[in-house]
């Protein structure tokens, strides 16, 4: 059964303190993996999209990167606004409508 | 500002009432999706419409219905609602199917009792 499954459920960082987010999955023909950031009562808001093992992307203080078990959203020197809850999810198989989501991992940065 | 809009953004049901969701989005998106996040569970796609006139079954489509009204509207009906359905709904849309850069709408907090 296809799965995905992020680590930790919560991470509460210091600011400046930098650290990793994991999304480990178990798909059929893995078609590409994505990143959203989800505030309080606010729909997911996309950041990124990684095809392939050794793809990375950046934007600001967050990089994503990409094997073929998981991928890894990199913090580095969080800010307080940098609190969310992160979701991964996967496109697997042939259909282009089977995205299977994680339950996300939230995160909160300390002044 | 352009996006995705979803109207109500809170409602309570009884069990067995009606109701419809909307949503509408200015991007002139051809794809658009519903979805319900419950907690420690993540995002299930409920249904979506590829392109204007079409609308497939996503992995949770029982006790729901859809309507692509046009190219901007995309409902979501609850016959007979259950306590089952207690969710927070998102409507999302994307330029096209398979185009993974989802524009999210707020979201619906949906209780039933």
């Known amino acids: 059964e296809d799965q995905v499954t992020q680590s930790p459920e919560a991470l509460r960082l210091q600011e400046g303190e930098s650290s990793s987010l994991n999304c480990s999955y178990t798909v059929s023909g893995l078609r590409g993996l994505f990143w959203y950031r989800q505030d309080p009562g606010k729909g997911p808001e996309f950041l990124f999209t990684l095809y392939s093992a050794g793809e990375e992307k950046e934007k600001e203080r967050l990089k994503a990167t990409l094997t073929k078990k998981e991928s890894f959203l990199h913090i580095t020197a969080p800010k307080p606004e940098d609190s969310a809850t992160y979701l991964c999810?996967?496109?697997?198989?042939?259909?282009?409508?089977?995205?299977?989501f994680g339950s996300g991992t939230r995160l909160s940065i300390r002044p | 500002n352009a996006g995705v809009t979803q109207t109500p953004k809170f409602q309570v049901l009884k069990t067995g009432q009606s109701m419809t969701l909307q949503c509408a989005q200015d991007?002139?998106?051809?794809?658009m999706y519903w979805y319900r996040q419950d907690p420690g569970m993540g995002l299930r796609l409920i249904y979506y419409?590829?392109?204007?006139?079409?609308?497939d079954k996503g992995e949770v489509p029982n006790g729901y219905n859809v309507s692509r009204l046009n190219k901007r509207e995309f409902s979501l009906r609850l016959e007979s609602a259950a306590p089952s359905q207690t969710s927070v709904y998102f409507c999302a849309s994307s330029v096209r199917q398979g185009d993974y850069g989802y524009t999210f709408g707020s979201g619906t907090r949906l209780t039933v009792v």
């Open positions: 999810a996967v496109q697997a198989g042939s259909s282009a409508s089977k995205i299977i």
């Open positions: 419409s590829a392109s204007e006139g079409t609308t």
């Open positions: 991007m002139n998106h051809n794809s």
